[in-house]
């Protein structure tokens, strides 16, 4: 099993930047690909951001493509994703997701692991 727990969330007004971590425990980091989500108010979970299990490979929602960084430091067991450019259509709870094998995820079915999630408010 793996433990994740987020943090670094907010307030921030509109046009600010927020920088997420989620510290992994347990099984080997390294060997899970993961991924960013988050889910507003009375709307399901959407998927954010994603990176390969070595890091090599991301991918975005178009939604953030060009405004968040999602970056790993295996040796550190620490996921992060770079928020700028922060609107407040971003607000959201975010959760951080760890899902076994290489390749890159974009859906909630295909990870296994959960952290709690981190508030992210965006004041216009």
């Known amino acids: 099993q793996v433990q994740l727990v987020e943090s670094g969330g907010g307030l921030v007004q509109a046009g600010g930047s927020l920088r997420l971590s989620c510290a992994a425990s347990g099984r080997t980091f390294s060997l899970y690909a993961m991924g960013w989500f988050r889910q507003a108010p009375g709307k399901e979970r959407e998927f954010v951001a994603a990176?390969?299990?070595?890091?090599?490979?991301?991918y975005y929602a178009d939604s953030v493509k060009g405004r968040f960084t999602i970056s790993r430091d295996s040796p550190k067991n620490t996921l992060f994703l770079q928020m700028n450019s922060l609107e407040p259509e971003d607000t959201a709870v975010y959760y951080c997701?760890?899902?076994?094998?290489?390749?890159?995820?974009?859906?909630?079915?295909?990870?296994?692991?959960w952290g709690q999630g981190t508030q992210v408010t965006v004041s216009s």
């Open positions: 997701a760890a899902g076994p094998g290489s390749w890159l995820r974009v859906a909630v079915y295909e990870y296994d692991y």
């Open positions: 990176i390969s299990q070595s890091g090599a490979s991301t």
